[in-house]
Nanobody, 121 residues
């Protein structure tokens, strides 16, 4: 089982980034994938999740209207628009078999190593 994040980088406020989470070693259709982030000095925060079989999505309030989670093949994307300095964090993806919608990190496992997103002028 492997989840590998990519697509992070440095972007100016108001800019956009698309993060990718490449999944391998398991049947993605049976799982939900979540995106999380950890900013310096802060707790890990759930951002969004997608139930692969149904396409149902869930967003944290901080992500609603700006971030979009989607999936193509074995890759789950997080499209981030109108980025703010407070979005600066290491972004991780993870998987869960829990049926209900969740972005509670305690429900997720098989974490990737993360990709750094820095929003700064």
């Amino acid at each position: 089982v492997q989840l590998v994040e990519s697509g992070g980088g440095l972007v100016q406020p108001g800019g956009s980034l698309r993060l990718s989470c490449d999944a391998s070693g398991f049947n993605l259709e049976l799982w939900s994938i979540g995106w999380f982030r950890r900013a310096p000095g802060k707790e890990r925060e759930g951002v969004s999740s997608i139930k692969i079989s149904s396409g149902a999505t869930y967003y944290a309030d901080s992500a609603k209207g700006r971030f979009t989670i989607s999936r193509t093949g074995n890759t789950v994307y997080l499209q981030m628009e109108s980025l703010k300095p407070e979005d600066t964090a290491v972004y991780y993806c993870a998987r869960t078999a829990i049926v209900r919608a969740s972005i509670d990190a305690e429900d997720f496992g098989s974490w990737g190593r993360g990709t750094q997103v820095t929003v700064s002028a």
